[in-house]
């Protein structure tokens, strides 16, 4: 039973229509008969006319039906069907430049298209296309295969235009990219809303909701600190990770096997070991933290760390806590901190 308390708070979330409360309600309307996500378009109905459920399956026992709007039964920003179309038109030719007939000949709206994937991916189709072909252009290269093969097989004639782009996306002009590590980046979808993973062909760099504030220089630090291009695609540890956080979602998995990757200083791997080895469904102090670590009186130090993972849910810096039993912070937003951490408490109690 949801109460006044938390029903204020949902609405105030739904009036807002803040991703951060993704998958933690849904608001049936009783003037329309239908139920939504709290970051549905549509007009916001007043308080007295809305119902809070904390699952789809609640709603739909109530006798609602999922708006079509919003689309509650999917995941959250789940792919429309342009962009399905595109990413795999992509995928069957991606050293292709696209021009406008080439939108025609799918029946899609260029414009449409521009919208769609600025608001998903941060980039545009046409710059979605253009980094995958830089990318493919980086593996050619750092494989062996000459500048001037790879400015032709990117369907640029001109060098000096081809350094221009590659140099634009890369962060570095194609002739100094020998030593350069190259990371690909993908747009998971989760209960709890979006999430980026960015990895190597062999572990994973960053999980981040794609909603965390900071997350663009977050990113720029990674790609500085790696000295790296960052570019859409796949790679096995995404792969990995797409399927662990599903059954983690479902409640079938407390312990993650993805390779990780991490950087930071001596004293923050420190603490991030530490955040690693706390059991699922349990929490421990920011103090309690540094006194493992023999530094009791480093707390900021570690909560500043602990603030810098670069690894959600992964390396679990959501079950660090005040003293004072209150939540603290957590860069994905207190909300998710707190589903987070009633989900692992029920996993444990199940597996009990």
């Known amino acids: 039973?949801?109460?006044?308390?938390?029903?204020?708070?949902?609405?105030?979330?739904?009036?807002?229509?803040?991703?951060?409360?993704?998958?933690?309600?849904?608001?049936?309307?009783?003037?329309?008969?239908?139920?939504?996500?709290?970051?549905?378009?549509?007009?916001?109905?007043?308080?007295?006319?809305?119902?809070?459920?904390?699952?789809?399956?609640?709603?739909?026992?109530?006798?609602?039906?999922?708006?079509?709007?919003?689309?509650?039964?999917?995941?959250?920003?789940?792919?429309?069907?342009?962009?399905?179309?595109?990413?795999?038109?992509?995928?069957?030719?991606?050293?292709?430049?696209?021009?406008?007939?080439?939108?025609?000949?799918?029946?899609?709206?260029?414009?449409?298209?521009?919208?769609?994937?600025?608001?998903?991916?941060?980039?545009?189709?046409?710059?979605?296309?253009?980094?995958?072909?830089?990318?493919?252009?980086?593996?050619?290269?750092?494989?062996?295969?000459?500048?001037i093969d790879a400015q032709l097989s990117s369907g640029y004639q001109s060098s000096s235009g081809f350094r221009e782009a590659f140099s634009k996306i890369m962060g570095a002009s194609p002739t100094h990219m020998s030593e350069e590590r190259l990371l690909k980046a993908s747009w998971l979808d989760t209960p709890l809303g979006p999430m980026m993973a960015v990895a190597d062909e062999t572990s994973l760099h960053l999980l981040e909701f794609v909603d965390r504030r900071g997350l663009e220089r977050e990113l720029e630090r990674l790609r500085q600190s790696t000295r790296s291009a960052i570019v859409p695609g796949m790679t096995d540890p995404i792969c990995s990770i797409e399927e662990e956080l599903k059954s983690y979602f479902e409640g079938s998995l407390k312990q993650f096997k993805t390779p990780l990757f991490q950087g930071g200083t001596t004293f923050q791997r420190s603490v991030w070991d530490k955040l690693a080895a706390i059991p699922c469904g349990e929490t421990v102090s920011y103090q309690a933290l540094a006194v493992s670590l023999g530094k009791p009186n480093a707390y900021r130090a570690v909560a500043q760390a602990n603030g810098a993972n670069q690894l959600a849910i992964v390396i679990p810096c959501h079950r660090v806590i005040n003293a004072s039993g209150e939540l603290g912070g957590y860069g994905g937003g207190l909300t998710r901190k707190s589903w987070l951490l009633q989900h692992e408490q029920r996993m444990s109690i199940a597996k009990k």
């Open 1 to 147: 039973m949801i109460d006044d308390k938390r029903k204020q708070q949902y609405y105030e979330a739904l009036v807002a229509k803040d991703s951060e409360y993704e998958g933690l309600f849904y608001v049936g309307v009783k003037t329309t008969g239908v139920f939504c996500r709290p970051t549905c378009p549509a007009r916001k109905p007043k308080i007295e006319n809305c119902e809070f459920y904390e699952t789809a399956q609640q709603a739909l026992l109530a006798a609602y039906r999922p708006c079509r709007r919003c689309r509650p039964l999917t995941h959250p920003n789940q792919v429309s069907d342009v962009i399905r179309l595109l990413v795999e038109a992509v995928e069957n030719n991606p050293e292709k430049r696209w021009r406008s007939e080439d939108f025609k000949r799918l029946s899609v709206d260029e414009s449409t298209a521009r919208r769609q994937f600025k608001k998903r991916f941060g980039m545009t189709f046409v710059e979605y296309a253009r980094a995958r072909r830089m990318g493919i252009a980086l593996k050619n290269m750092t494989s062996g295969e000459a500048v």
